[in-house]
């Protein structure tokens, strides 16, 4: 980080040590080797006849004296001593009479002084705007006013530690996509023989930590061909214009080194559909899109570049870019299936220690929704704990800690409950696993805790049999279900609502109006998809979109979502009453234990698993 900081304002360090030494010269030069004597032993010497030769400058007095002089106990030739300021009539002529050579000089020392203050605030000002300039320029921008419209662009070495494609686990179908790119790119003659036509750009789409960019770094790696890489990110300037600039230059560089791969990562960044948005549009932006745009259709396939980038927001992409002939082809990288998460698990564990406790393919399955970067920072987790720990190896108990924080959040240690809020968060908690444990259709329970952490007082763990990707109705209700149950037990017991049920409630709200709205699940609605619950929707978009169904309808829909509510509370609520003993001793065993692995919850329920 200092580092960092020194690199980038390395000029004005420069700077300053040139004026340092500027002025230690300066200083010291004055002075050389003259020994400072008093006016008394100057005169005393002048009296004498002793002294050769002196220049004034000022009040200053320099001089040397004929014979080696001696003056508090130091021996000189050359003595320097100040005028008196109460002046001395008799000086001049006691010069005289000795001939003694007298040279004046004028104060050069107060003008330069004078000139050096005056610059000084000017200077400090100016070198503060341009330590400001810099760092709009961007962290690590390369290098002054001058290179503003330099591409940004990163030329990978290929000497460097090379990643290839058995760096990257799972993504099957983009690792062949890919690897026809590569096939292109290290013999262009064969495909274009056969007359095929390699698309010139590609598209990866997938969620964040899902390996986009390190797929992209890997077909560097097995292409052998220069790469350049840049993040939208970098077009993006306070300057209109420079991010075309960069774009124009992007691509002249590129021109000189086919065949070689262009990288945009995160391209949203830039991408942004056009014309829409709050507040106008962001010039700078569109003027870097469309340089972009016209640049993929300013060369041609035979030039041998080929332009990859990645977004996890395809939805707010401008559909010019994936217009034919520009990233008209999209490789899905999705989240991890089991499989996948089984070698990603397999690929990071290979050099560290494991404990034969420890079960790769159950991990795999008990960690659905994990990205790749989630799996990677899981196992980091849990092996920083083991060190901490003093141990050899990773045990499965690091690996569930590990995967728990990631869940769930840190452990709030030193919060102080009472007991009455321990109690209830412990029936919030038993509630929901209980109707989880008790419900068919349910994802299994895995663990229910009531141990403070970041995100909240307590949670119950759910991990699904099998990767799901359709989600039927029946599976859907009871979900819904166990959200109520922790509500629901709360008001069973104590006659009462808590704060605590914010989140459920929040997500069962959300899904029972995607249930209605796109999902025709309900008994008005049913078959019939009225539109989008919303989400994560471009702004923009969202406010100028006028709704697709009338007044009227809109509340119909609310009382629809509320009725799916309702009953979903109350087949929790008729569970838990009928398992009033049940949900008792879990939530007993909780206030105990503060941890409480599935089957345990799956005895209390009386089900044997
Ligand atoms: P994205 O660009 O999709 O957001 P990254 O490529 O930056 O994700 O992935 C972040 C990290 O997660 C990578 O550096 C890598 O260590 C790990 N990772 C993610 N997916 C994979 C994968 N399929 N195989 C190996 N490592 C992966
Ligand atoms: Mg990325
Ligand atoms: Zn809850």
Known sequence: MANNYLQQNRHIFILLAVFFAFFAWSYLSQYKAATKISYSEFLEQVENGNVQEITVKGESIEGTVKEEASYQDTKYTDFSTYFPSFGDQELMSELQEQEVEVTTEPETDRVFWYIIISLLPM??????????????????????????????????????????????????????????????????????????????????????????????????????????????????????????????????????????????????????????????????????????????????????IIVICATNRPDILDPALSRPGRFDRQIMVDLPTTQDRLELLQLYTQKKKLSDDVDLDRLARETQGFSGADLENMLNEATLLAAREGQETITHNEIEAARDKILMGLKRHGLVMTDEEKRMVAYHEAGHALVGALLPNADPVHKVSIVPRSQSMGATQQFPDQDRYIYPKEYLHDRLAVMMGGR?????????????????????????????????????????????????????????????????????VDQEVESILKDAFEQAKDLLSRHRQALDQLAQTLLDQEEVDGQTVYSIAGISK
């Open 488 to 556: 629901c037990a709360e008001s069973l017991v104590f006659e009462t609502a808590t704060s605590g049920a914010a989140n459920d409630l929040q997500q069962a709200t959300k899904m029972a109006r995607k249930m209605v709205l796109e999902w025709g699940m309900s008994g008005q609605f049913e078959h019939m998809a009225l539109g989008s619950a919303g989400g994560q929707v471009f702004l923009g978009e969202e406010l100028g979109k006028t709704k697709e169904y009338s007044e009227a309808t809109s509340q119909a």
């Open 123 to 304: 200077l400090l000002i100016f070198s503060l705007i341009y330590i400001q300039y810099r760092r709009m320029q961007g962290q690590g921008g390369g290098g002054g006013p001058f290179n503003i419209g330099k591409s940004q662009a990163k030329k990978y070495d290929q000497s460097q530690e090379k990643t290839t494609f058995d760096d990257v686990a799972g993504s099957q179908e983009a690792k062949v996509e890919l690897q026809e790119v590569v096939d292109y790119l290290t013999e262009p003659g064969r495909i274009q023989e056969m007359g095929g036509k390699i698309p010139k750009g590609l598209m990866l789409v997938g969620p964040p930590g899902t390996g986009k960019t390190l797929l992209a770094r890997a077909v560097a790696g097995e292409a052998g061909v220069p790469f350049f890489s840049i993040t939208g990110s970098d077009f993006m300037e306070m300057f209109v214009g420079v991010g075309a600039k960069r774009v124009r230059n992007l691509f002249q560089d590129a021109r000189k080194n086919a065949p070689c791969i262009i990288f945009i990562d995160e391209i949203d960044a830039i991408g942004r559909r056009r014309g829409a948005g709050l507040g106008g549009g962001h010039d700078e932006r569109e003027q870097t899109l469309n340089q972009l745009l016209s640049e993929l259709d300013g060369f041609e396939a035979h030039e041998n």
